[in-house]
């Protein structure tokens, strides 16, 4: 699904390599880490060598998948520079905690408490500019859809799908009920796919708005104008640049069809 939404949207885009970028980037922490997922749940059960090894690749990537997330959801709010200021650190928490992930050895328990506060702090980087983008679309101008709509989708389903598997419900409180679907890990799956997948959707938006939301910047900060990230090249990109972007999307889209991307 995350793929076929970016290639749809990549498709319809007529924008800078770097307007591109937030795109590329969300896309390639699904791909990246949708595979190692999906192998950690396949062969977990060969041996306790083989499901640390790759237990210890699902929670690296997820960790860099909330990275990517960082940069993709931060460029159309914060700007190039702030944005990617904010991702070096949001970096570092991860370095620590791919550090930590790394230390896990066989048979070892998961202290699922302090895997969602250590996923937690570095969703932290894709919670900040959502939510700020959605409150100031509130103050600023009486809008409650998408920005503050798709904040709340984001926060609430991310909050529960943590909620969930770290309280290991309702397979806890119905055993044998829940064995095949709706058990905990399966509904937190279920829950982070909706949040990723709002990405593409969102992004477009963000890139339609961008002109606007980079006047009232400066209409705030008392500047007369303000250029938005990569708008310089913009006009180069719709002259020569927008027909390449779309065939990138097409063949990316294509190649990338035996990638697991969620």
């Not at 949207?9 to 990246?32: H, I, M, V, Y």
């Amino acid at each position: 699904m995350g793929l076929l939404l970016f290639a749809s949207t990549a498709s319809s885009l007529r924008c800078s390599w770097l307007d591109f970028s937030p795109f590329l980037a969300a896309w390639l922490g699904q791909t990246l880490h949708g595979p190692l997922s999906c192998g950690y749940h396949t062969f977990m059960c060969m041996s306790p060598v083989v499901a640390n090894r790759w237990r210890k690749l699902d929670l690296t990537f997820i960790l860099v998948l909330n990275t990517a997330a960082t940069y993709a959801l931060s460029y159309f709010t914060f700007g190039l520079w702030a944005s990617l200021a904010w991702t070096g650190v949001v970096a570092v928490a991860a370095g620590m905690g791919i550090t930590s992930v790394q230390a896990l050895q066989p048979k070892q328990q998961l202290d699922r408490k302090r895997i969602v506060g250590m996923i937690g702090l570095t969703s932290l980087g894709y919670y900040v500019p959502v939510t700020a983008r959605g409150v100031l679309a509130l103050v600023l101008q009486r809008k409650v859809w998408p920005e503050l709509g798709i904040a709340a989708v984001m926060l609430g389903c991310h909050f529960l799908g943590a909620l969930v598997y770290a309280t290991h419900w309702p397979q806890r409180f119905f055993p044998g009920v829940f064995d095949l679907a709706g058990f905990s890990h399966n509904l937190m799956h279920i829950l982070c796919f909706t949040v990723y997948n709002c990405a593409y959707p969102y992004l477009s938006y963000l890139y339609s708005q961008r002109a606007d939301w980079w006047a009232l910047m400066a209409e705030l900060s008392g500047q007369t104008a303000v250029a938005a990230p990569g708008e310089g090249s913009a006009a180069a990109a719709a002259a020569g640049g927008g027909g390449g972007l779309m065939s990138f999307g097409g063949g990316m889209g294509g190649a990338a069809l035996g990638a697991a991307a969620y």
